[in-house]
């Protein structure tokens, strides 16, 4: 069992930036793919960002180039740097932690890109 928790949500203003963090709970984090969804309102939960174990980085095209994510193994914690935000960007972001067996989710931190 993993269990996850995100923080660093908020509002901000376009073109500022943000660090979100995921703190995992339980055994054998290394060994998951983390990974960072968002969801906005009436759509449907999109991936972001992902980083596997071997911390190969792959980033959705509306993330790329603006969006960085990390891992700190020895901290269990998986970051998301987003900077350049965009309205477009509004979204509640959820933590994932998955292998071929299992995938478990954070309970979503709410980002808002807004003047």
């Known amino acids: 069992q993993v269990q996850l928790v995100e923080s660093g949500g908020g509002l901000v203003q376009p073109g500022g930036s943000l660090r979100l963090s995921c703190a995992a709970s339980g055994s054998g984090f290394s060994i998951y793919t983390m990974g960072w969804y968002r969801q906005a309102p009436g759509k449907e939960r999109e991936s972001v960002a992902r980083i596997t174990p071997t911390r190969l980085a792959i980033y959705a095209a509306s993330a790329k180039d603006r969006f960085t994510i990390s891992r700190d193994n020895a901290k269990n914690t998986v970051f998301l740097q987003m900077n350049s935000l965009k309205p477009e960007d509004t979204a509640v972001y959820y933590c994932?932690?998955?292998?071929?067996?299992?995938?478990?989710w954070g309970q979503g931190t709410q980002v808002t890109v807004s003047s």
């Open positions: 994932n932690a998955a292998t071929s067996l299992s995938a478990y």
